[in-house]
């Protein structure tokens, strides 16, 4: 049976469903899930991510990790964890990065948190030569000093949304029309969580949470406090998220988001103040991509690269370089934000 059917008899069963357990089956499915099934990245996937686009990025955010590993006086031990490390590439720069900061891969454990056992064979295929270990959750990494990143990672995890109504919500749920799926709306109730959108919107206003995003930023900032490190979430989305903003993407072109389930990748923006929020360290400005990587020296690197190449080599990198600075490509859209503790300076490229 498709994950679609599986889906349909579900809901003929017990009722509709929320869009954060549509988007759990649809992308973490064991046998139909996106992440568990296809293969997303690329130029022949669905969509291509920073890391994808120029070696350069990870190269940055790994200089950027060591930066505050030095300023913090290089912990003896850290765990350096990779949040959703997709094909890999990310955390392969950063260690190939690092290798030229004297002492830091010796005291580096790399910790991969990635739920699809389909893409954990191709990280360990991407870092074969490292010793690289993984973990379910964040808080099954090992306690100790803390250096994370994590790329396109909140924007995959599931989200409720509320269209407000008086001063109450109701849940956008995902039913049945006939024998289709098909959106419809819950019964008016009160939302404690969303008390303070009370004051940004209107009448039928929707606003989305991920109810799985902030229990995770606690529980690495509270290390961070605790132990010493930093963090670097990197993704779409704005201080505040408001309206709908799940979008379903299948090579590379925008689907409907009931149309195929688990053939298509299913993410919303990340609302960077709620991570802010549920933080137990402290945190950057919300930062720019274009910004953060101009000012760790994207420019200088790239024409250090540039000198060795020619022809299209030399075309794809010069647009490799604009595709994730300019402001009308990543440069804007993605956002930064960082995670320090109390006594320390934001990590290089952000500040307070
Ligand atoms: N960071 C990568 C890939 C982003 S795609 C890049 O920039 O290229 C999202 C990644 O998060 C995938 O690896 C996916 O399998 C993983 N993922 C999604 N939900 C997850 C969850 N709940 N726990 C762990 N990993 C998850």
Redesign the pocket.
């Known amino acids: 049976m498709s994950l679609q059917d599986q889906i349909i008899a579900r809901i003929a069963a017990s009722g509709p469903i929320s869009i954060a357990d549509y988007m759990t089956d649809c992308?973490?499915h064991p046998e139909f899930g996106y992440?568990t099934s296809q293969n997303?990245?690329g130029r022949t996937g669905d969509f291509i991510?920073?890391?994808?686009v120029s070696q350069i990025f990870g190269e940055l955010i790994g200089l950027c990790l060591a930066q505050a590993w030095l300023d913090q006086g290089r912990h003896d031990s850290f765990v350096l964890a990779?949040?959703?490390?997709?094909?890999g590439?990310?955390m392969k720069d950063v260690l190939r990065a690092t290798a030229t900061v004297p002492g830091f891969l010796d005291a580096c454990r790399p910790f991969l948190?990635?739920?699809?056992p389909r893409?954990r064979d191709v990280q360990r295929e991407t870092l074969a030569g490292y010793e690289v270990f993984f973990a379910?959750?964040a808080e099954d990494l090992p306690q100790g000093p803390l250096y994370f990143v994590?790329?396109?990672?909140f924007d995959?995890?599931p989200i409720r949304q509320f269209r407000r109504s008086g001063n109450g919500w109701r849940e956008q749920q995902i039913g049945l029309d006939g024998d289709k799926l098909a959106l419809g709306l819950g019964p008016i109730l009160p939302q404690p969580a969303l008390l303070k959108r009370l004051e940004d919107t209107l009448e039928g206003d929707i606003v989305e949470d991920s109810p799985?995003a902030a229990p995770v930023i606690s529980e690495l900032s509270s290390r961070i406090q605790h132990y010493g490190g930093a963090g670097l979430v990197i993704d779409y989305g704005d201080w505040r998220s408001k309206g709908d903003t799940l979008q379903a993407l299948r090579a590379h072109a925008y689907m409907d988001i009931l149309a195929a389930p688990g053939t298509c990748d299913l993410t919303a923006h990340v609302d960077f103040e709620a991570l802010a929020q549920a933080s137990n360290c402290n945190h950057s400005k919300l930062t720019p991509q274009g910004v953060f990587l101009e000012r760790l020296g994207i420019t200088a690197r790239s024409q250090a690269l540039a000198r060795h190449l020619s022809g299209d080599a030399l075309n794809n990198h010069i647009s490799a370089h604009r595709r994730l600075t300019h402001p009308d490509e990543m440069g804007n859209l993605f956002k930064v934000l960082g995670f320090f503790p109390d006594g320390a300076a934001p990590p290089a490229g952000l500040d307070l």
Do not use: V
């Open positions: 992308l973490l992440y997303p990245f991510t920073a890391p994808e990779e949040l959703g490390p997709g094909r590439t990310l948190i990635e739920a699809s893409l379910d959750r994590a790329n396109e990672f995959a995890l799985t």
